[in-house]
């Protein structure tokens, strides 16, 4: 054992890692007590933010997640968050992944592991095999956001409201080019987004799992399962419903799978959202947060690699233009509300 920073770390010896992550593996194995490893982990495909493995031991096979993370406060505070709702869901027998509880943990499920001179943060969750959903989802979707936003209810989401269309201009000034000249076609969108995600008066506070896409239910022969609760946390009940609602009907396309995602959340004891635009800010949510983080990044005030600031350009316009699409939707999705 070791102390880094302040928290208790688990360590695999001195000297430089070795091809393939072998110290790593061996170090993430000693944390949770997996056992021994029985073979090199394996990359798993997955979202831009975490790198995930499986890997197997001589105690079965594990989801291994290293976490992005910060050493800031805020980032802590958040996690911490996320835990618990996630220990909360499965305390409640919730279908998703067994989270595994390392031996010293840096905080709830989290453990930082030292491997040479460098240390990382990492979660655990029981490997189940499977895919994506190749049927429909759509009635479990609705009937497990129900069930998620009986959870013990947190206080009204405190992030600050997304930059005023004031403060784009200023970035876009900043650096007058071909991207920041498309960006700033994009104003009047961001300006209409930002005045219906502002608008929470009424709304149902909850704590939720905040991500729930297809990317993010894994098709097993037991039936789906909710991954990835990095992000879980306090949500308004509406926003969430409605997003899943659009993300598993296709962007709101297959009215039949749109409906059954409300109507089974409401059979099972949700309340519906109101029929207006306002329902379906968290999606324009969404879309703004990231695209003002990918403008920070393409304009190079954030400490990323070249490569990183390069994708940053095209993603930051990827989801402008999702955020354009979804507000030409917004009629067309408050109708089916009604």
């Known amino acids: 054992m070791a102390d880094v920073g302040g928290k208790r770390v688990l360590t695999t010896g001195s000297g430089a890692l070795t091809s393939g992550g072998v110290e790593w593996q061996a170090a993430v194995a000693a ?23 499986r890997l197997r031991t001589s105690r079965g096979t594990w989801a291994v997640k290293r976490l992005n993370r910060s050493r800031e406060d805020w ?19 919730f279908p998703m992944p067994r989270p595994v509880h390392p031996l010293e943990p840096a905080a709830p499920l989290l453990a930082d592991v030292r491997a040479g001179d ?38 009204a989401p405190e992030d600050s409201p997304p930059h005023p269309v004031e403060e784009w201009r200023e970035w876009l000034d900043e650096a007058p080019n071909d991207f920041t000249s498309a960006v700033r076609a994009y104003l009047p969108d961001i300006a209409e987004a930002r005045a219906l995600v502002t608008a929470t008066a009424g709304l149902t506070p909850v704590n939720t799992h905040r991500d729930v896409k297809p990317d993010n239910v894994l098709q097993t022969s037991r ?11 306090p949500e308004y009940a509406e926003w969430e419903l409605t997003r899943a609602a659009v993300y598993f009907s296709d962007l709101g396309q297959d009215r039949s799978a749109f409906d059954r995602v409300i109507t089974s959340y409401e059979t099972a004891g949700g309340r519906r959202p109101p029929a207006s635009p306002a329902s379906f800010a968290g ?14 990044r393409a304009l190079g005030h954030r400490p990323v690699t070249p490569p990183e600031r390069a994708a940053a350009h095209t993603h930051a316009l990827e989801l402008l233009s999702d955020l354009r699409t979804s507000l030409t939707n917004l009629d067309t999705w408050t109708t089916r509300l009604r």
């Open 31 to 53: 944390a949770f007590g997996l056992g021994d490893v029985a073979e090199p982990w394996v990359p798993v495909a997955g979202g831009r933010s975490h790198l995930v493995w």
């Open 118 to 155: 460098d240390v990382e943060s990492y979660l655990v969750h029981e490997w189940h095999d499977g895919g994506p959903a190749t049927e429909d989802v759509s009635a479990w979707v609705g009937t497990t956001l129900a069930a998620l936003h009986d959870l013990p209810a947190g206080p």
């Open 75 to 93: 980032w802590m505070r958040d996690y911490l968050v996320s835990a618990q709702v996630q220990l909360d869901a499965w305390e409640r027998g």
């Open 223 to 233: 039936g789906p399962l909710l991954l990835d609760w990095d992000g879980a946390g």
């Open 283 to 296: 999606l324009l949510d969404v879309y703004l947060r990231g695209a003002a983080w990918m403008v920070w």
